[in-house]
């Protein structure tokens, strides 16, 4: 049996409203993960050991509410940003 695969290519357009949110968010992820690798190096200079998934993620709602930019995006992209960094510290 012969395997193929398939592939399919998208092209979006979104409208200058959707630009906007689509660079927030990019921008509000980056910030977050880049917020916690840097407590995560912090860690592991001084315990040995780096942080958990679940700490980090506790941490978001006092973080939204230190910065309030960080509420106009959806939630679940900034949790997906935390729990990427928690993922590749898991895998060293």
């Known amino acids: 049996m012969v395997l193929k695969h398939k592939a399919y290519k998208f092209r979006i357009y979104p409208t200058k409203e ?3 949110l689509i660079a927030k968010t990019i921008r509000c992820s980056r910030f977050v993960f880049n917020h916690f690798l840097a407590k995560w190096d912090e ?3 001084t315990t040995g050991k ?3 998934y679940g700490s980090c993620s506790k941490e978001i709602p006092l973080l939204k509410q ?3 930019w960080l509420k106009e995006v959806d939630s679940t992209s900034v949790q997906i940003s935390v729990k990427h960094l ?3 510290f898991e895998r060293l």
């Open 66 to 68: 230190e910065f309030d």
């Open 43 to 45: 860690m592991y200079k």
């Open 50 to 52: 780096g942080l958990s």
């Open 86 to 88: 928690a993922d590749a």
């Open 18 to 20: 959707q630009e906007i």
